[in-house]
Antibody, heavy 123, light 107 residues
Framework: QVQLVESGGGVVQPGGSLRLSCAAS????????MHWVRQAPGKGLEWVTFIRYDGSDKYYADSVKGRFTIARDNSKNTVYLQMNSLRAEDTAVYYC?????????????????WGQGTTVTVS | EIVLTQSPATLSLSPGEKATLSCRASQSVSNYLAWYQQKPGQAPRLLIY???NRATDIPARFSGSGSGTDFTLTISSLEPEDFAVYYC?????????FGGGTKVEIK
């Protein structure tokens, strides 16, 4: 079955760095774009970043642009989120999610399947 | 960026009742609107994409409608497991954005 497993979360001081990983299984990872979405404690969902299936395009929320970098390694079925210059407001559960692809091959830029999340605390 | 406004913030209903949730966009998103369900301590789950298409294994009691700026998620008859927070999300423009959520609670 489709599975996404995030790791790499933890406690980091303001200004510090952290790299999150998301290991994928159960689907052809190299064909799917991937998102990172976060949720601050007690708050709603915030889309963070997206990378196309081949890494050719990347998009970022304004709140993380210039500080966070998304990358992927299709040989390892893994997507990464490098987070630098961390701030208290980056404290959140970070989820990775895959896009949906229809039977006809159309890419739907929604979060079709989600991981269980990894917690980042900046303090 | 496109702002999505969900209403009401909280909906208090009994099992078996019909739930109607609203999502309004600050500009047209065509039909590129999705809905998610999130239960406490769990990751969100995709319910509806492109306004009215149910995702995999989503029960028929969940339906979506709307286009342009006004969208609705309807749960025809609430089951105990449907009490949760619901979010809308647009994929019309980058950055992708979510609404603030509607909590459906047991009355």
């Amino acid at each position: 079955q489709v599975q996404l497993v995030e790791s790499g979360g933890g406690v980091v001081q303001p200004g510090g760095s952290l790299r999150l990983s998301c290991a994928a299984s159960g689907f052809t990872f190299r064909n799917y774009g991937m998102h990172w979405v976060r949720q601050a404690p007690g708050k709603g969902l915030e889309w963070v970043t997206f990378i196309r299936y081949d890494g050719s395009d990347k998009y970022y929320a304004d709140s993380v642009k210039g500080r966070f970098t998304i990358a992927r390694d299709n040989s390892k079925n893994t997507v990464y989120l490098q987070m630098n210059s961390l701030r208290a407001e980056d404290t959140a559960v970070y989820y990775c999610a895959k896009v949906r692809i229809t039977i006809s091959g159309m890419v739907i830029y929604v979060m079709d399947v989600w991981g269980q999340g990894t917690t980042v605390t900046v303090s | 960026e496109i702002v999505l406004t969900q209403s009401p913030a909280t909906l208090s209903l009994s099992p078996g009742e019909k739930a109607t949730l609203s999502c309004r966009a600050s500009q047209s998103v065509s039909n590129y609107l999705a809905w998610y369900q999130q239960k406490p301590g769990q990751a969100p789950r995709l319910l509806i994409y492109d306004a009215s298409n149910r995702a995999t294994d989503i029960p028929a009691r969940f339906s979506g409608s709307g286009s342009g700026t006004d969208f609705t998620l309807t749960i025809s008859s609430l089951e105990p497991e449907d009490f949760a927070v619901y979010y809308c999300q647009q994929r019309s423009n980058w950055p992708l954005t979510f609404g603030g959520g509607t909590k459906v609670e047991i009355k």
